[in-house]
């Protein structure tokens, strides 16, 4: 690892083993990209990498120079004007009205580790040798405004975080518009952009679409980064795939409106931007103020999409992720929503609770409706207060009666929602976002408060303190049922309302922040409606998020197999939920259920007194499965080996560090008959070890459905020749029997001998 600087040439190259970035001082000052990608040998001149050439229509920088355009020179923070007509990484508005700006190189310096974002979620550096930052210094003297850029290289993993700030050293006012995490120009399009989309109950779909002249992104304006779709995209580069070839990904750890864009000009060379979406931003930079963009983090690859994810797993879960649970087994709980939603008194919740102790299950979390007059959506919200008519000792009590039982104790909030029939939104009706004159549109029947303002964030921390220090709480479920509409503060003036959005994700942040270093020992888990904040600035702050409100099994899968494209298998809250399905009405074999929600965090969502005694003799079956391989799922190295949006079956596969253990999901939706017979080729084993193959979770149980697959086999046997999947449905079905919506999961162990 390394920042090699040549003075001379004023040539910066960032590099490790895997990676090499490589930029330089341009002749106009500005500064320009030359090369990221594998990692290739420093030279004492990358100068010829700079390519400029005459074009017709090409406004030019230089009076006597008809070659040098800004529109045709890959940069590393293009500005929209002085001959660059691409979308810019950063707009400032002047005093005067002027939107031109011209960052200059200035200085530089070089920084061991990696310093902190104030205020913001970023990755982060244990010991210094970990990773070198670069940080880079710009001028606009006409603006009297410093622009710093910071690049960090980390040692291992072809990882770059990059951000931004801004620092206003004149004396005039300006209004920053723009301003983005990281601009690349790249020298090709000759990728395809996946993206993850999706909506509420669907969220992260991968969608791949070839790169084409013209613009393509995502992004949020909801106030969150949202279910709609990820800040996280990938170009890959044909003919790459799971297993090889190049590829970068792109991740914003951000929480708040978003845009990831790709503009390819007509020359087929293409400017990613990732960061702060701009419509609606505005910024105010008064004469000695600051502006720090959040991180955005590149990771390049050329091993396939398996191992771009598993860069992306290891960063996020070691370096992203903080405190005490970071690296701890997450405890297998029950959750009563599902169960009971408003309809229980504390009688209900400790017969569920003993029911899921005598199946091992760890820890209890009590959901919506145990605050204020919370008996429906429409009130209660902001109350956090423990309804006494349903809990006649408080929440003390009710935790203190779970620890007595051998159950640790959860409990749900939503800390940044009122809804109006609250004590809390009668005290202070201006405490919510709403456009002044306007009407106040709801969701759920709910105002989001106005989380920019300290008084507002302030009073929920004393809240919520109030609750935690006074019962043995072990666990928060943080939701967030409604995204911003009428953007506007009460408390800010008409020229920083474009201000908001920002500040209203920074008072989120604080408000974690304060309640994390509070109680380290409690594990936080975002929720957000299901999978509505599932990007790495929850993370930061909650290592796990719960995935989806979507808890059926088989829609589970896509979800759970998208998310891992990017975020590892310990941030992913999966439950195994009541058949019929809430949201589908589909009835999924409860063996499917858990063999997808092992996955994940585990836990259940459902009332197990009401299951019959062979159904809870499975979960106690579970619950001990789940135990005995639970560090191997949740730390283990992950691949996808089948995808669910490309047939009938699904698969993944997770491998211990030392490759002596393995564990394979297999799911089939519907099933079929007369059927190939199948194979699955694994990854990631130790081709010279004899693995000892374990079927479990199958329709029908025993040697003779899947005597191909069980007993012992190479590790080149299994990833070259494949893991034979072949049952009855290629057959007539006749004894050895399958059905719809069937998993398995393949334990492997290496033989001792």
């Known amino acids: 690892m390394g920042i090699i600087i040549n003075n001379k040439k004023d040539t910066f190259h960032l590099c490790n083993q895997e990676i090499s970035y490589i930029m330089t001082v341009l002749p106009n000052g500005q500064m320009g990209q030359l090369y990221f990608g594998k990692r290739i040998r420093d030279r004492e001149d990358f100068s010829y990498l700079l390519e400029t050439i005459g074009r017709p229509m090409a406004s030019c920088v230089f009076d006597t120079d008809k070659a040098y355009s800004m529109e045709h020179i890959k940069q590393e923070y293009g500005v929209f004007g002085a001959t660059d007509y691409r979308m810019p990484a950063a707009e400032v ?84 518009t723009t301003a983005m995490s990281l601009c690349l120009d790249l020298p090709d399009s000759g990728y395809d952009w996946i993206q993850f989309s999706g909506a509420w109950a669907r969220e992260r779909q991968p969608k791949v679409r070839r790169l084409e002249q013209g613009i393509q992104s995502v992004g949020s304006l909801r106030g969150h980064s949202a279910h709609n779709h990820n800040p996280f995209v990938i170009l890959m580069r044909p003919p790459a795939d799971g297993s090889q070839g190049e590829a970068v990904g792109f991740s914003l750890v951000y929480s708040g409106n978003f845009l990831a864009q790709a503009e390819v000009d007509t020359y087929d060379t293409t400017r990613i931007l990732m960061g702060i979406h701009p419509h609606g931003f505005e910024w105010k930079l008064e004469p000695g103020g600051e502006f720090q963009t959040p991180e955005a983090v590149i990771v390049y690859t050329d091993r396939g999409l398996n191992h771009l994810s598993q860069t992306f797993h290891r960063l996020y879960q070691k370096r992203l992720a903080r405190g005490y649970w970071r690296d701890r087994e997450r405890p297998i709980l029950i959750n009563n929503w599902e169960a009971t939603y408003f309809d229980f008194t504390e009688d209900k919740l400790l017969e569920i609770a003993e029911k899921a102790r005598e199946c091992g299950v760890e820890l209890f979390v009590l959901d919506d409706g145990w605050f204020g007059r919370r008996s429906s959506e429409h009130s209660g919200l902001g109350d956090w207060i423990a309804n006494p008519e349903r809990l006649p000792d408080g ?53 989001v408060l106005d989380f920019s303002r300290r008084e507002v964030v302030d009073h929920i921390f004393g809240m919520m303190e109030k609750i935690l220090s006074g019962a043995k709480v072990s666990y928060v479920k943080w939701d967030m049922n409604r995204s911003i509409t009428e953007c506007y503060s009460a408390a800010l003036p008409a020229d920083r309302q474009g201000e908001v959005y920002h500040r209203y994700i920074l008072g989120v942040y604080d408000l974690y922040e304060k309640l994390t270093e509070r109680f380290p020992h409690v594990l936080f888990e975002s929720c957000a409606s299901g999978g509505g904040r599932f990007d790495p600035g929850m993370l930061y702050y909650a290592p796990q998020a719960w995935t989806s409100d979507d808890t059926d099994a088989v829609e589970r899968v896509k979800i759970q197999y998208g998310t891992s494209y990017c975020y590892p298998i310990s941030s992913m809250g999966s439950h195994v939920s009541i058949a019929p399905n809430h949201q589908l009405n589909r009835s999924t074999p409860l063996r499917t259920r858990a063999n997808t929600a092992y996955f994940g965090t585990f836990g259940y969502e459902l009332n197990l ?38 047939g009938n079956t699904a698969a993944w596969m997770v491998v211990s560090g030392d490759r002596r253990e393995a564990l394979v999901g297999w799911y089939r939706t519907l099933v079929g008959v007369n059927m190939p017979y199948t194979r699955l080729r694994l990854q990631g084993l130790d081709p010279g070890l004899e693995y000892h193959v374990e079927v479990q979770g199958s329709y029908v149980e025993g040697p003779s459905v899947h005597e191909a697959a069980a007993g012992m086999h190479y590790g080149d046997e299994l990833m070259y020749l494949g893991l034979i999947t072949t049952d009855g449905s290629s057959g007539e079905n006749e004894g050895l029997q399958s059905c719809d919506f069937d998993s398995r999961i393949y334990i492997l162990k290496a033989n001792d001998r």
């Not at 070198?132 to 410093?146: H, K, N, P, Q, S």
């Not at 009590?397 to 609250?422: H, I, T, Y």
């Open 93 to 176: 508005i002047q005093e005067n009205g002027n939107r031109v700006s011209e960052f200059c190189f200035r200085d530089y310096r070089v920084e061991p580790g990696k310093p902190k974002l104030p205020g913001l979620p970023a990755t982060y550096t244990e010991k210094e040798d970990e990773a070198e930052t670069l940080v880079i210094g710009l001028e606009d003297e006409r603006a009297g405004l410093r622009l710093e850029l910071m690049y960090t290289v980390f040692a291992k993993g072809g990882i770059i975080a990059r951000s931004a700030r801004f620092l206003n050293r004149g004396e005039q006012n300006l209004r920053l």
């Open 395 to 447: 929440i003390a009590g009710l935790a203190q009666r779970m620890e007595d039982m051998g159950m640790k104790f959860g409990l749900w909030f939503e800390p940044e929602m009122v809804n109006p029939d609250s004590d809390l939104y009668r005290a202070h009706p201006d405490w919510i976002l709403s456009a002044p004159g306007y009407r106040r549109s709801h969701g759920r029947y709910q105002y």
């Open 609 to 646: 007194n009401l299951l019959s005694e062979g159904e809870q003799a499975q979960v106690k079956e579970q619950v001990c499965f789940m135990k005995k391989y639970r560090r191997l799922i949740q730390f283990g190295t992950f691949y996808r080996l089948q995808s669910p949006f490309d």
